[in-house]
C-alpha cells in the first residue's frame, strides 16, 4: 500500500488518465482529492473510489486559475496537515494555425496546461513534507509533434523543462520533482482530436490505457522511484519512435 497515509491531489481527475491514476492511489490507501473543471464528473471519480471502500473528495477547478488552485489546496489540507503527492494532469489543446488562432485562445492553453503546474507548485509545496513528490503529465508532442497544435505543444515542452529546474529547487527539502510523457492514450482526447478524426495524424504504434499511464504516475509519486528526481519518463508504446 504505497499511499497509505498519503493525501494526493490529482488535477484533470475525473476522466482519462487522471480518472485512471486517482482509482490507483486511491487502492493503494491515499486519501485522493479528485480536481476537475467539470465538478460531476470529479464526483463520479470519488464515489466510484468511496464504492471501492476507498477514501476521495472531489473539487470542481478551473486549474488556470490561482484561487481556485489555492482552494483545492486548502481543501485537502482540511482533512490532513500535510500534503504528499500532486499529480499535474489537466489539459486542453486546440487544433487552429498559430496565424489563425486568436491571442486568447493561445494564453489560455498555456495557463491551463503550464500555469497550472506553476500554481500548484507554488501553493502545494510549502504544505509537503520530505519525501513527497509531484508528478507533472506532459506529452511526445514536447519532442514531435504535429500540424496545428504549437500551443500545446509548447506548453508541453514547458512543462518539461519546469520539472526539471523545480525539481532543483526542492531537493533541499527532499521533494521530488518528475514527468511522465504519454504517447497516444485511449482517452476523449485522443479520439475527439480533430486531426486524428480526420486522419491527418494517423495514431501509430500501440495505443496505451489510461491505466497503463496511472502505473507509471504512481510508481514516479511512490517511494519506490526515491532515485528518481527531475525526469521525465516516456510511456508512449514506442510512438515517438514512429513520429517524423
Given at each position: ?106 494564453f489560455k492553453v498555456l495557463t491551463t496546461n ?131
Open positions: 500500500m504505497r499511499f497509505s497515509n498519503k493525501t494526493c491531489i490529482v488535477t484533470g481527475g475525473g476522466s482519462g488518465i487522471g480518472r485512471a491514476t486517482c482509482l490507483q492511489m486511491a487502492q493503494e490507501g491515499g486519501y485522493v482529492v479528485v480536481a476537475d473543471l467539470n465538478l460531476a464528473s470529479a464526483e463520479a471519480t470519488a464515489d466510484a473510489i468511496a464504492a471501492a471502500g476507498g477514501a476521495a473528495a472531489a473539487a470542481q477547478c478551473d486549474v488556470g486559475d490561482s484561487a481556485a488552485v489555492q482552494g483545492v489546496v486548502q481543501k485537502a489540507l482540511a482533512r490532513t496537515s500535510t500534503i504528499d503527492v500532486i499529480v499535474n494532469d489537466a489539459a486542453m489543446m486546440t487544433f487552429t494555425p498559430i496565424v489563425d488562432i486568436a491571442e486568447a485562445d493561445f503550464l500555469g497550472s503546474v506553476f500554481f500548484f507548485s507554488k501553493y502545494g509545496a510549502p504544505h509537503m513534507p520530505p519525501g513527497s513528490a509531484f508528478v507533472n503529465v506532459t506529452s511526445v508532442h514536447a519532442f514531435a509533434t504535429t500540424l496545428n497544435v504549437v500551443p500545446y505543444a509548447s506548453s508541453k515542452g514547458a512543462i518539461e523543462a519546469f520539472t526539471r529546474a523545480f525539481s532543483l529547487e526542492m531537493q533541499s527539502r527532499k521533494i521530488r520533482v518528475n514527468a511522465v510523457a504519454p504517447g497516444s492514450v485511449d482517452t476523449p482526447m485522443l479520439w475527439n482530436n480533430p486531426n486524428v478524426k480526420s486522419g491527418v495524424e494517423k495514431p501509430t504504434g500501440a495505443i496505451g490505457k489510461p491505466e497503463d499511464l496511472a502505473a507509471a504516475i504512481c510508481f514516479l509519486a511512490s517511494d519506490d522511484a526515491r532515485f528518481v528526481n527531475g525526469a521525465t519518463l516516456l510511456v508512449d508504446g514506442g510512438r515517438l519512435a514512429a513520429l517524423p
